[in-house]
């Protein structure tokens, strides 16, 4: 059972394109960042540290920035696979406000609390 229309699929496929255009150009631009980060000549050891955390802020936001672009692909061939909009856990269709919020979300609210839940337990 789909209860989304192909409009409204049509709709989240535009969305998560630009999504993904805006991540890669903001990818990028950290990475030029980074790059230049590199090539600064630091004087002193406060100097040094402060650039370290910088860099580290850097990678930081590549790291993730890496990962949303992951979650886009990944939302963009369930599209094309037919299987958006679906739970990966569990199967049920994910609550259209969800993916309206968040259109890379691949599993319902449930499955992604008791996900987050485990992550918490580990951690
Ligand atoms: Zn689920």
Redesign the pocket.
Known sequence: MVSLNLSEIAAFKAELKDLLEQLRAEAGEEYSEQTKQQDLHVHDSGEEAEAVVDLMMHVENLARHDEEIADCLAALKRIDEGDFGF?L??G?EIELSRLRACPTAS??I??QSVLEAEVRKTA
């Open positions: 739970c856990d569990c049920e599993r319902c449930r499955c």
